[in-house]
């Protein structure tokens, strides 16, 4: 027999794991670098296997900030009432997608999670992805 305590327990998520949390959201926060300072902004998006995609505007700051670079991906969930969650964390490298590739993410109909229709297409693909779930722990009872 088990019980839950009020104590959290955290588990390591494996890739697949982490992947399945991603497809079951669409908003998620993106982390970038913009004059040596951190930027997070949240950005709707999908996936291309384990790859995010998303939209912005043209010139805006993340079509600024996503050429060829290292950018940090994560989303999480929490449920209060049941005092558990997990969250995700991708660090991998951002880069405008060329014309071609833009037709498959409109194909996957991406929409942009401003007020506007971005036009520029930012693809991230991860190197290091990394998951944690935290939930009560269970406690053996005799």
């Known amino acids: 027999m088990t019980a839950t305590s009020d104590s959290q327990s955290a588990a390591t998520l494996t890739r697949d794991e982490c ?9 998620g926060r993106i982390a970038v670098s913009h004059r ?18 998303f939209r912005t505007d043209e010139g805006g700051l993340l079509d600024r900030c996503c050429h060829d670079t290292v950018v940090a991906f994560e989303v999480d969930d929490y449920d209060d009432h ?5 969250s995700v964390l991708i660090v991998g490298t951002a880069s405008v997608l060329d014309a071609g590739d833009s037709l498959r993410a409109i194909e996957m ?16 693909v991860p190197g290091v992805i990394s998951g944690r779930r935290i939930g009560p722990e269970p406690v053996r009872t005799v």
């Open 36 to 53: 040596g300072l951190p930027q997070i902004l949240p950005i709707n998006y999908t996936l291309d296997g384990a790859a995010v995609m």
């Open 82 to 86: 049941a005092g558990a969650g997990w």
């Open 109 to 124: 109909q991406l929409e942009s999670a401003g007020a506007s229709d971005g036009k520029v297409f930012v693809k991230v």
């Open 19 to 27: 992947v399945a949390n991603l497809r079951r959201h669409s908003l």
